[in-house]
């Protein structure tokens, strides 16, 4: 910084903060973080696995809560009644070929085998650099035989894991527990319905110390990502800091978790919300920035989340208004190519109606209620995702890896408290906050707000002074 820029500084945000860090687009002292440490699950019982989370040098990490998600993998091989033994087409497989179980759980076209039974998009249908071009329709080349083990997918419901776990400091050799602790009984209820476990007392670690996580599987076929995830505070430039002058770092008395800032008559509350596209394909990348303006500094103190699905009705092409339907002869081309994306299943309510007393696909009466059979099993309450947040002004990184959306955010279905931060972050006029979403499942448009309050214009020399205070340890 140039001695004039630092002229000017010294009656704006950028001048407020000590340290010699405190230049960009935060703080440059305390800063909200989350360390995750990532686990894949065979579905074996007594099957251990364990993951190591590895505190960076730029600062002391200290954790005040502990939360957890589970990214489960819900595709299972539908082979096709009765497998073929010559070549196939991908849109005149008829749901009469398709198991029944997957037929009520739900099915989709298997995303491994998108770029053979999809016809090549259109380059310009990308929704950002990473990703492929939307499918427009099912290709009329013939695959093979074989691949009709595998084509179809069956989504099994999500179920409720079971494991143990246990966490040791292997800085100090503290065990956090006397002898490993049950999921349920510890961290709740693994869909994200619940508030996050806050720790009875902060937990620092610091500069280059690890932290060693054991997981013991105890859900017998259960396959995936499980994320367990210590959300807290980074103290920057921080090497020695003692654990308890740690502890006693506070925000000032009129707002005691912000540590940046106090309300003043140019305060109000303010949300910065990013949107991102959802095309329903495993592993794609979005990203959106968030542009803080001009006119004052933002000071985030939450983040909440949720997805605008589209409609679940599925309407199937070429049905005659009049004329009974076979529901058994519905081959894949009749349904919309989002929806053999997405997932589509019987209605609960219209199984009945859809199966013969045999155990085979009915006739229905017309092509109305053919249309009312089958939904979408893109639900908000299923979107999975993993995030990650980087303030672009400094390149700092809010997490350690990408995190799982019910690990780090809680359920999805907006059923839970939103997710405060540990510390406030304040983020200076002309930065921006940078959020990448890498697709699991779900397809739509997802929000991602960044809930807290802006300051307007520049702090008088005594809100300055407030401010330095505020952020010293005492």
Known sequence: MTPAQQTRGRGSFRGTFPGKDARGSSSGFVIPFDHAASFELQGIPGNIVQDVINISTDGAFVAVSIGYGFEEDRGRPAGLVPLPTKPISPGGIKLGQIPT????????????????????????????QFSVPKATALTTKPIA???????????????????????????????????PTHNLASLGISNGERPFRLLAQPL??????????????????????????LYGYKILGSSACPEPVLRTLRGSPACLTETIGSPSARVIPFDYVTSFQLT???????????????????????????????????????????????????????????????GVRIRPSFVRIAFDNNGGL???????????VFERLNRPED????????????????????????AGLGIANGDRPFKRLARAMLFLPRSTIRVTVEERFGRGTLFIVFQGYKILGEPSVTEVSALRRSVRPR
């Open 280 to 342: 329903g394909l495993p592993g794609n990348q979005v990203d959106a920035e968030a542009p803080i303006n001009v006119e004052g500094g933002f000071v985030a103190t939450s983040i909440g989340y949720g997805l605008a699905a589209e409609n679940l009705d599925v309407t199937i092409r070429g049905m005659s208004d009049a004329s009974p339907v076979s529901l058994g002869g519905l081959t894949l081309s009749q349904f919309p190519i989002t929806a053999l994306q997405d």
């Open 383 to 406: 979107v999975s995702f993993r995030y990650s947040i980087l303030d672009t002004g400094t390149g700092r990184e809010l997490q350690n890896q990408p995190i799982n959306n019910v």
């Open 362 to 372: 009915a006739t229905v009466q017309s092509s109305a209620l053919a249309n009312r």
């Open 204 to 229: 620092a670690f610091q500069p280059r110390s690890t932290l060693r996580l054991q997981i013991v599987e105890r859900s017998e076929g259960v396959q995936g990502t499980l994320f367990i995830v």
């Open 101 to 128: 179980a997957a037929l009520i759980e739900g099915f989709r076209l298997n995303p491994s085998f998108d770029r053979i039974v999809f016809e090549a998009g259109d380059p310009s249908t990308r929704a950002s």
């Open 145 to 179: 035989p074989e691949y009709g083990r595998d084509i179809i997918q069956r989504l099994k419901p999500a179920e409720e894991i079971s494991f143990l776990f246990s966490i040791v400091d292997t800085a100090t050799g503290r065990e956090l527990q006397d002898e």
